[in-house]
């Protein structure tokens, strides 16, 4: 509460928890109440961590009729109040996540889900450093057609991609001054933007740290800031993995390291192969990759994205200093040997990324097994393993997965399920363009 008593010019708060979707689903308070959040919390129902991409109840869940569509409780986390500077009055939000009645964690939610993880590593005497870089397009949605929006300071829109282009970036110098303003007002901790290979794409690295849950919450806080920002320069901005069907996808790139008890990095052998330990947690990401695909690509359009020759991968494999593979060593100094994973597009729930990620490695840590020989070349050619290339085939993948079972309560898994078999029922009664419009602002 110190916070709002340091900014009274705030006068409404929102409370937000992220659905399975990375969804914000929350409420709007007075200020002058929020002190009760922090003593009772809010309540929803369990359902809401459940709703559908549409916002829609899972048709059959028993978290509805069947037990009474009962509420659970909902806490702030430590976050703490953050502002919402793309709001035009001065608003803040309180990130919450849910629980029981009787305090326990509810499994569903996402941010649980991934503080489960972080307590797996904690419990072996380790902590995972997480960053995240995150790729998103800027786009006039106002005709039938998406384009780029013309640049604020000389009224043109560029038709191509610029890679690493600092005409590109300067274009849009307002938005990106105003987005680094903001983050610091947000404590995200944003680090280098360039633009990517797409028509007003770029991508905006968040800084390496070691709190796991904080990582999380700066991606998906970054996604609901760019988002908003954009519209008060008057066009969208997207994370949806495939906008244009001619230009790359957005992708989210997550880079980890792993500190012991003394802090030091167990990836790191002081050899450039880095060491068995990093070898081991490549073999719990490789085995659990397949039926972690639902979660890397939770929509029916971020399987546009997973094509060959389209700058992500599609084949199961590793390989040191390639951005072909799917799992990427990145040459480094040694004391920063770290895995880039390289699957997800930009429109996941980043709980249930990072924790997916974190889990699969624990898990082959736990295992101690060995991953087949790292690719050298180029990926795409190399026969590996394949991805599921549809919808349809990851959600089975997903379902009968045994290294999930390891990673997410069984609550969580089957929750995810009705979720995306309602949303592959529904998604197919949509044009192209219903689809389009439905992704670009939700995801």
């Avoid at 097994?369 to 085939?393: C, H, M, R, V």
Wanted: with cysteine; aromatic share 10%; charged share 25%.
């Amino acid at each position: 509460m110190d916070w709002l008593r340091e900014h009274p010019e705030v006068r409404t708060i929102r409370v937000a928890a992220a659905d399975l979707n990375g969804v914000a689903r929350g409420k709007r308070i007075p200020a002058r109440f929020a002190s009760k959040v922090f003593t009772d919390g809010t309540r929803f129902p369990f359902s809401v961590m459940n709703l559908d991409i549409w916002g829609e109840d899972i048709e059959d869940s028993p978290l509805v009729f069947e037990t009474g569509d009962v509420d659970g409780v909902l806490m702030p986390t430590e976050r703490g109040f953050v502002p919402m500077p793309w709001l035009d009055a001065p608003t803040a939000l309180l990130p919450i996540w849910m629980f029981h009645m009787d305090g326990r964690p509810y499994a569903g939610d996402p941010r649980q889900a991934l503080a489960s993880v972080v307590h797996r590593y904690a419990d072996a005497g380790l902590t995972p450093v997480v960053a995240t870089e995150l790729e998103f397009f800027l786009i006039d949605d106002s005709g039938t057609k998406l384009r780029v929006p013309p640049s604020p300071r000389s009224g043109k829109r560029r038709t191509g991609g610029e890679i690493l282009s600092l005409r590109a970036l300067d274009a849009f110098d307002t938005f990106f001054t105003a987005l680094y303003e903001a983050c610091e007002e947000m404590d995200i901790p944003a680090d280098t933007a360039i633009s990517e290979a797409g028509p007003g794409q770029f991508e905006i690295n968040l800084v390496h740290q070691g709190d796991a849950l904080k990582a999380a919450d700066d991606t998906w806080l970054f996604k609901m800031l760019v988002k908003g920002l954009a519209r008060r320069y008057g066009f969208a901005a997207s994370f949806m993995a495939k906008p244009y069907d001619m230009w790359s996808g957005n992708g989210m790139h997550m880079h980890f390291s792993v500190l012991d008890t003394q802090g030091r990095n167990i990836f790191n052998d002081g050899t450039p192969e880095g060491s068995e330990e990093m070898r081991h947690a490549v073999a719990g990401l490789l085995e659990a990759m397949p039926g972690s695909t639902l979660i890397f690509a939770p929509h029916e359009n971020s399987y546009d994205r997973l094509v060959p020759n389209e700058h992500a991968p599609t084949g199961i494999g590793w390989a040191f200093e390639n951005r072909t593979a799917a799992l990427r060593i990145p040459a480094s100094r040694p004391v920063a040997r770290r895995i880039e994973h390289r699957v997800a597009g930009g429109d996941v729930n980043p709980y249930l990324m990072i924790a997916a990620v974190l889990g699969a490695a624990l898990n082959g840590l736990e295992d101690r097994k060995s991953p087949p020989a790292p690719i050298i070349g180029n990926a795409y050619e190399q026969g590996l393993p394949q991805l599921p290339g549809t919808w349809e085939d990851a959600i089975e993948a997903f379902s009968t997965c045994p290294s999930l079972r390891r990673i997410f309560h069984a609550e969580l898994i089957e929750n995810y399920l009705m979720t995306k078999r309602q949303e592959i029922h529904y998604m197919a009664e949509l044009s192209d363009q219903e689809q389009s419009e439905l992704y670009l602002e939700t995801v």
